[in-house]
C-alpha cells in the first residue's frame, strides 16, 4: 500500500477536510450516491472518465472515513451497494454549495483553468 512521504498535518478543519475528500472523484461519488446512484457499475457509468480501479479505491477511503456504508448482498453474482452515512450527508450542502459557486463562475473559472 502507498505510505505517504509527507506527514500528515491536521491542525484545522480545512486540513481535516483536504485529507478525506482528496481524491479527483470523491466529491462526484458523494453527490451521485446522495441522488440515489448505488451500485458500482451505475457509479462507473456516471464518471466513465474513471477507472472502476481508481472509483474503488475511492470508494473504500470514503467508506474508511464513515462517509458510505457498503453492503454486500449474500447472492450469485455479489451484489455490492453503497449508500450514505448520516455523518456522510453532514456534506451535502457544502458540496451543494461549491456546485453552485462552480456554476456561477464557471466561465471566468474556465478561462483561469485553460490558460
Request: charged share 30%.
Amino acid at each position: 500500500m502507498y505510505e505517504k512521504k509527507i506527514p500528515l498535518s491536521l491542525n484545522c478543519g480545512l486540513d481535516l477536510i483536504g485529507e478525506v475528500l482528496y481524491g479527483k472523484w470523491k466529491i462526484r461519488l458523494l453527490w451521485f450516491i446522495s441522488e440515489g446512484y448505488k451500485r458500482p457499475s451505475e457509479l462507473q457509468r456516471k464518471i466513465p472518465d474513471a477507472s472502476r480501479r481508481v472509483l474503488n479505491v475511492q470508494l473504500k477511503e470514503l467508506e474508511e472515513h464513515e462517509l458510505v456504508a457498503k453492503v454486500i448482498y449474500p447472492v450469485v453474482p455479489p451484489k455490492v451497494e453503497y449508500s450514505l452515512t448520516e455523518f456522510g450527508k453532514t456534506l451535502i450542502p457544502v458540496i451543494s454549495a461549491l456546485g453552485n459557486w462552480g456554476d456561477e463562475h464557471q466561465e471566468r473559472l474556465r478561462k483561469v483553468i485553460l490558460k
